[in-house]
């Protein structure tokens, strides 16, 4: 099939074969970080993650709104006030939730996901209601369209770029927070040993909420950052949750390091059988390939400890 | 449920319907038709249909909820409206219509078993409904067995021909094929790209369309793609367009996968104004999620627009909005969908009568020359004349019409030498 | 729990009198044509309900991907169904007559090799046992053996049903794609449509439910369900007594996975349509929730389950559409925050000690059978 084409040409193209595989790398690195954290470090699996995330991309199109009819003048810096109020909006949800339903549930991990199954389904609904079934686009700053000129044939997509910058520095500040500060430490003890690290006088319920929040903020970036690639509708969080799940199990849960590989390898696979053939069966083999492995390698590709 | 219109909208809707009700007095104003003075009931009604003397049920069919809802609520407004119209300038054979509608809720068995219950339980007497070709395939034996009248508004594959169903939307050739001598003539396009959605409209469409570029003008297909429904990530599928250089990008995506394409396609370089792009699936109802300016530049292939400058249009667009509110848009599957109750009424006062087998038969040669599209006939195998038009996408999100067919375009479900 | 030496013991005999009147008798008496044949379509969910019963229930086992069997069971029925509709004489129209229509709009000229033995009633008949019976079997081998967790397994019980759906959806030559496989008309040349098949139909449905019943019931009177029920509640104390906890949980999982091919073929027959919409994650998240709301530790809880939240699903969606998902999602909450052991939990905290009193203070003999309810009781993580 390649015939035709000059080396050059072919060269450009895989060059920006990869960076199409570095976008969507990033898209699920933001997704998955969150979950990652949820059900990493709490054991909990959160099926309402991708409405969780679809909140911060409706916070962005209201802020988007807002903005284009009171401030135009500032139009083109509303995003990263959006992102905030993206996180700030979906973590507060979080935290309400994890009050409400989560806290009832630690000892039970399969009811949990049972119970945010049904969040999920009130969440889509309420977003009918309020938002509209018809899907919504956000407009985006002159700034971040089009795309830079690399070459004569390689050119990047600015808005890719802006994805990509994103995640490094989420991920970067997450593994901060994690494994650096002392909050971070609280958390970690918790997770390895709850009853200890109440005994010590951690508050283990409050870094509960706390790290239940972050996961959802987290989510709500992700869904911010996802307007300037998708369409925003109250289903469109439910397309993600599996390939989400499948990246933190991958990974090899409660580790950030395996997360990100994962996310890597799952991504560029896709992309890459994506030039060969159909997209679905390239989705297929792909999702077919990890759940082999799984099988094979339960514990994923970083793990910790997953045999009962 | 019964007829009061807002049952089963969602509640975005129902804002819209308040402002609809501020405009019921001036209908109230209107000289109120009086019903009951049509021929005898059972004269016009001998198969058991719910037909009285002064009423007649129909029913309407689409989804309310799932993840279609977005694109249906547009033709249950067509819908709601036509009926609301021809009620309040006499009804048919003098009765009033009155609908029951049902919710299919993006799910095709749920589909047929809800045209089910409105042919056995509510007798009705013709069904406006469907919007995808799977809930339409879902419906059709239940329509053959039960003998229903199916009124069908989606551009559609083709491939099937029913005595019990009229299909007010285009088939795939009467689609495609004029819009694709226009952007060979007008753009001298040899090469071209197809991009769908994985399903049997996409894949027909694209079939008929190559074997038309191929045998008929010549050209090459350089790339055909399909992605799953509800995909968002196209750059592999950008970048394929991008090292082939086909003169025209033709596009039969659907859905929310659109938003995603059209963004990714600007975000990429693509530049609409330079390269030519054909679609057959966007209409005024996708461009509101895709945003005007990520298609801005594009080319639509299909029968109707709502910028169309005729007088039937401009009254149509004018009762749409008053009665679903200004923001509104109306795409081709909405004006297709407010062409079903009219011509049911027209056939039914042809038939001089109810029954479902004098109507398949009527049907043919049954014109409105009320239609917003402009003058529509009824062919033979139950699919309508009607003219193609092309139209260049707006950054206000409306299309300018730049080409339309000369003559009324014939419908042709099972194309000689496309197959 | 006390096991008795009677197949039921008497607060079962009555759940199965009571079941057995009202699917055999009042509902059949009650009901038109209509609502009967929608009644068929929830009781296919019920097949899928009582598997779930047996493996995530007693085994603890929860499966996100039971709309995978139901699926593969249902396309094996529809497959045959579909062969027969296509004859020659009634595909005459098409550019290959005799080969289903979804295949001659997708350009294929000969039936696909894999298609051939659909044929066949009997091959069929078998393969919507075997099939999903070796997939299930597969699957728990690679999982089961080395012991993956079971929030592990639910993911990747739900990665398989995402997959099967793409697959189908992807493949539509060969499965029909997102339509699916519609216009199924007889089997071996009895019209599967008209008013009377469907009650022969129903009857037929309702007595393969029974026979599951009673093989779910058989299962766990015998030492295989007191097992799984020992495994669900110390999992490494039966592994160390000398059982492979593997082996069982494999069985439990094959189990349910025939149940749920079985209620899928029925589904064809009854609706006369498959389609991928039954396969994928939501729909096999929905067969969890039937169970719930009955009651994960119940047969016959869960065939009331599958039979409540339909109808509850049918009527609310008629009348008010939005609720609906509202009502769904509360009623998944509630079942598992309020009520872990559904219906038949309430029944047995709370109708059934009020039964027992009264009948006590009639006879002076006091609740016999009340130890059963409280084995039933206890939550299952």
């Known amino acids: 099939m390649f015939g035709e084409y000059s080396i050059g040409d072919l060269g450009s193209i895989f060059v920006m074969q990869g960076f199409a595989g570095l976008i969507l790398f990033s898209v699920y690195v933001l997704m998955a970080l969150g979950l990652a954290i949820i059900f990493g470090q709490m054991g909990v699996i959160n099926m309402a993650h991708g409405e969780f995330m679809i909140l911060g991309a409706y916070v962005t199109w209201m802020t988007s709104n807002t903005f284009q009819h009171y401030l135009p003048s500032l139009f083109s810096g509303y995003f990263f006030l959006a992102m905030l109020l993206a996180f700030l909006a979906s973590g507060a949800l979080g935290m309400l939730v994890e009050w409400a339903l989560i806290r009832h549930l630690y000892k039970r991990p399969l009811d949990t996901l049972l119970a945010t199954w049904g969040l999920s389904l009130i969440l889509q609904q309420t977003y009918r209601s309020v938002f509209g079934p018809r899907e919504v686009g956000v407009e985006l700053p002159q700034w971040m369209l089009g795309s830079l000129k690399v070459t004569d044939s390689i050119e990047v997509p600015i808005n890719g770029v802006f994805v990509m910058g994103l995640t490094v520095l989420i991920t970067i500040v997450v593994a901060y927070v994690l494994y650096k500060s002392r909050w971070g430490r609280q958390v970690r003890a918790v997770v390895q040993n709850r009853i200890m690290a109440g005994a010590v006088g951690i508050n283990t319920e409050k870094v509960d909420r706390y790290t239940f929040g972050l996961g959802c903020g987290i989510a709500g970036i992700a869904g911010s950052a996802f307007t300037m690639i998708g369409s925003t509708g109250p289903t469109s969080g439910q397309l993600y949750i599996v390939d989400t799940f499948l990246v933190v199990v991958f990974g090899g849960a409660a580790s950030l390091l395996g997360t990100i590989a994962s996310a890597f390898s799952i991504s560029q696979t896709q992309s890459t059988l994506e030039f060969f053939m159909s997209g679905s069966m390239a989705k297929v083999l792909t999702l077919l390939a990890v759940v082999g492995i799984l099988m094979l390698r339960p514990q994923g590709l970083f793990a910790l400890k997953v045999r009962k | 449920m019964s007829d009061e219109p807002n049952k089963g909208l969602q509640s975005p809707l129902r804002r819209k319907l308040l402002m609809g009700a501020a405009a019921l007095p001036l209908i109230s104003m209107l000289p109120r038709p009086s019903f009951g003075a049509g021929p005898a009931t059972a004269t016009v009604n001998t198969t058991g249909l719910a037909v009285t003397d002064t009423e007649v049920t129909v029913g309407i069919l689409h989804s309310a909820t799932g993840t279609m809802a977005i694109s249906e609520t547009g033709s249950i407004q067509a819908e709601k409206l036509a009926i609301e119209q021809i009620n309040a300038a006499g009804g048919v054979l003098g009765r009033k219509i009155k609908f029951i509608q049902e919710d299919g809720a993006s799910d095709w068995p749920t589909f047929a078993e809800k045209a089910k219950k409105l042919l056995v339980n509510d007798k009705v007497a013709a069904i406006m409904g469907c919007w995808t070709s799977a809930s339409r395939k879902a419906v059709l034996p239940v329509m053959e067995q039960y003998n229903g009248m199916l009124y069908y508004p989606t551009f559609y594959e083709g491939l099937e021909q029913s005595k019990n169903v009229i299909y007010t939307g285009q088939e795939a050739t009467q689609q495609i094929l004029a819009g694709l001598n226009w952007i060979a003539k007008e753009k001298g396009a040899k090469s071209f790209f197809f991009i769908g959605s994985d399903y049997i409209w996409p894949r027909t469409s694209n079939k008929i369309a190559r074997k038309h570029v191929e045998n008929v003008l010549k050209g090459k297909v350089v790339g055909e793609e399909y992605y799953a429904l509800g995909s968002t990530q196209f750059n592999s599928v950008i970048n394929k367009i991008k090292l082939t250089k086909p003169d025209v990008i033709f596009t039969d995506v659907v859905g929310g996968s659109n938003v995603a394409f059209y963004k990714q396609l600007k975000a990429a370089g693509v530049d609409l104004s330079k390269q030519a792009l054909l679609t057959i699936s966007v209409t005024e109802d996708e461009i509101d999620g895709i945003g005007g300016e990520n298609i801005a530049g594009a080319y639509a292939c299909m029968k109707y627009f709502q910028s169309l400058d005729n007088a039937n249009n401009k009254a149509f667009v004018a009762d749409f909005k008053k009665m679903w509110g200004e923001k509104t848009v109306i795409g081709d599957v909405t004006q297709a969908a407010y062409l079903g109750p009219w011509l049911w009424k027209l056939t039914v006062e042809k038939a001089g009568s109810f029954d479902v087998d004098k109507i398949a038969a009527a049907s043919p040669g049954v014109e409105f020359k009320g239609a917003p599209e402009g003058y529509v006939r009824i062919h033979e195998n139950h699919h309508l004349w009607s003219k193609t038009r092309v139209g260049k996408a707006k950054l206000d999100g409306q299309f300018e019409l730049i080409f339309e067919t000369a003559d009324l375009v014939e419908p042709d479900p099972f194309p000689k030498g496309y197959q | ?381």
């Not at chain 3, 496989?181 to 007595?207: N, Q, S």
């Not at chain 3, 030492?223 to 669900?232: D, H, P, Q």
Request: hydrophobic share 55%.
């Open chain 3, 1 to 381: 729990m006390i096991i008795t030496s009677r197949f039921f013991n008497r607060s079962e005999l009555i759940g199965f009198i009571a079941l057995a009147a009202v699917l055999f008798v009042i509902l059949p008496l009650s009901l038109d044509v209509f609502r009967l044949n929608l009644v068929a379509k929830y009781l296919t969910y019920a097949f899928v309900a009582i598997g779930l019963v047996l493996c995530w229930g007693y085994g603890g086992i929860l499966s996100l991907g039971q709309g995978v069997f139901f699926g593969l069971g249902g396309y094996c029925m529809a497959m045959f169904l579909k062969l027969e509709a296509s004859s020659v004489e009634n595909t005459k129209i098409q550019s290959t007559p005799g080969i289903p229509d979804f295949m001659d709009w997708n350009q294929i000229t000969s039936l696909p090799l894999f298609w051939q033995p659909f044929h066949s009633l009997t091959f069929t008949i078998a393969a919507i046992i075997l099939v999903p019976g070796l997939f299930a079997l597969i699957i728990g081998t690679a999982m089961f053996k080395r012991r993956v967790g079971g929030t592990y397994f639910a993911i990747i019980t739900q990665a398989v049903a995402a997959i099967l759906t793409i697959l189908i959806v992807g493949q539509q030559g060969y499965t029909g794609g997102i339509n699916g496989m519609t216009d199924l008309r007889t089997l071996r040349g009895w019209d599967i449509r008209p008013d009377h098949a469907k009650i022969i139909l129903y009857f037929f449905e309702v007595f393969l439910l029974f026979v599951c019943i009673g093989i779910a019931q058989f299962i766990r009177l015998t030492k295989l369900g007191r097992i799984l029920v020992a495994m669900r509640e110390q999992e490494d104390r039966v592994r160390f007594s000398g059982y492979s906890v593997a082996n069982f949980k494999i069985f439990a999982f094959c189990m349910a996975a025939i149940f749920a091919a079985i209620g899928g073929a029925m589904f064809a027959l009854n609706v006369g349509f498959m389609s991928p919409s039954f396969v994928g994650i939501v729909p096999s998240i929905e067969m969890v929730i039937y169970t719930a709301v009955g009651g994960r530790m119940s047969i016959f809880g869960a065939v009331w389950g599958s039979l409540l939240v339909n109808f509850a699903k049918t009527s609310l969606s008629e009348s008010f559409p939005q609720l609906w998902l509202f009502g769904l999602g509360a009623l998944f909450i509630a079942v598992v925050l309020a009520f872990p052991n559904g219906l038949s939990g309430i029944w047995a905290d709370y109708v059934q000690p009020r039964i027992d009193r009264l009948l006590a203070s009639r006879k002076s003999k006091a609740g016999a059978w009340a130890d059963n309810s409280v084995a039933d009781g206890a939550p299952a993580e």
